[in-house]
C-alpha cells in the first residue's frame, strides 16, 4: 500500500549538482519522518540524511553534511534531497524512506527505524 517512488538520479561531474526527489502515496505524509540512504554494489546501505514529520528538524551523515540538504513539502507528498558540491564517492543508488514509527518528532539515522522503501535512483559523478 504504501509506495515511494524516486526520480532525479543521473549523471553529474564532479563539483555539479544534482537534487533527488521522492514522491510518496499510501501513507499520511506529514505524520512520518523521511530518510534518504544510498548502498553501492557489496555494501551495506548507509545513512545520508533524515527529516522530521514537521520539516522542522534534520540529521545528516557527516560525510555530506555541508554539501546535501533534506527537504520536504507535505502538500505535494514529497521529501528532495539537493545534493551540491558532488564527489565521485556520492555515486550510489540512493533510497528514499520512511520512518517505521507514526509521530516521531525527531529524525533518525539508522536503517532499522524505517519501515517502507523506495526502489532506488542511480547517482553517478565523475571527475
Known amino acids: 500500500q504504501v509506495e515511494l517512488v524516486e526520480s532525479g538520479g543521473g549523471l553529474v561531474q564532479a563539483g555539479g549538482s544534482l537534487r533527488l526527489s521522492c514522491a510518496a502515496s499510501?501513507?499520511?505524509?506529514?505524520?512520518?519522518?523521511m530518510g534518504w540512504f544510498r548502498q553501492t554494489p557489496g555494501k551495506e546501505r548507509e545513512f545520508v540524511a533524515s527529516?522530521?514529520?514537521?520539516?522542522?528538524?534534520?540529521f545528516y551523515a557527516d560525510s555530506v553534511k555541508g554539501r546535501f540538504t533534506v527537504s520536504r513539502d507535505n502538500a505535494k507528498n514529497k521529501v528532495y534531497l539537493r545534493m551540491d558540491s558532488l564527489k565521485p564517492e556520492d555515486t550510489a543508488v540512493y533510497y528514499c524512506?520512511?520512518?517505521?514509527?507514526?509521530?516521531?518528532?525527531?529524525?533518525?539515522?539508522?536503517?532499522?527505524?524505517?519501515?517502507?522503501w523506495g526502489q532506488g535512483t542511480q547517482v553517478t559523478v565523475f571527475s
Open positions: 524512506a520512511a520512518d517505521a514509527i507514526l509521530g516521531r518528532s525527531w529524525p533518525v539515522g539508522d536503517v532499522a527505524d524505517y519501515g517502507s
Open positions: 499510501g501513507l499520511p505524509f506529514n505524520s512520518y519522518a
Open positions: 527529516i522530521s514529520w514537521s520539516g522542522e528538524s534534520t
